[in-house]
């Protein structure tokens, strides 16, 4: 048997530690359900003081729209990998019981993502023109009425002297019109 002092040892260095987080989403979505949007410069002062990257990572919370800061007992598992104690402290003022690390995963409910919207991009000669925003699922002949009222798509067609010889809607993706 081995004992501790006998085992071979290899000193690592680190050369600074950079949390990865994906940029097609900012990161401010991490963090966004933990406490009122009023709170906020507050918070991220508090955490700034032992986090210096946080400014780095995040940005400057009042360039976020103030509809995007929503609050809600969502967050507390999201934080806690972070800013545990913060996440902690969440999670007893919003009245739950026990540690939220000790506190089992959230169910992932789709109805509850899914988007009742969806904002179709009206194209005209291969080329974005404009884009419509209309009910997830609707209708071909809707889909085609809302992009041939739509203004700035009315606007490019006179503009260019140009008549719809044919429209093509993928639904809930894209609508093309071909003019002529």
Partial sequence: MVTAAEAATTH???KGAVR?????????????????PADWPLLIAAE?????????TI??????????RVSGPGASWLMAPFTPHLAEECWTQLGEAGMVLDAPWPVYDAA???????TLPVQ??????????????????????????????????AANN???RK??????????????
């Fill in 112 to 118: 509850l993502a899914a988007d009742d919207q969806v």
């Fill in 59 to 68: 940005g400057h919370l009042d360039l976020v729209p103030s509809e995007r």
């Fill in 48 to 56: 700034q003081k032992t986090n210096p990257r946080l400014m780095e």
């Fill in 20 to 36: 990865i987080i994906r940029s097609l989403f900012p990161p401010i979505d991490l963090f966004e359900d933990i406490a009122d």
């Fill in 124 to 157: 005209i000669g291969g080329k974005r023109r404009g884009e419509v925003v209309l009910p997830r699922g609707s209708d071909n002949a809707t889909v085609e009425a809302a992009a041939l009222a739509n203004p700035t798509v009315q606007a490019y067609l």
């Fill in 167 to 180: 429209v093509i809607v993928v639904p809930d993706r894209i609508v093309n019109l071909v003019a002529g």
């Fill in 12 to 14: 690592l260095e680190w």
């Fill in 162 to 164: 140009l008549s719809i």
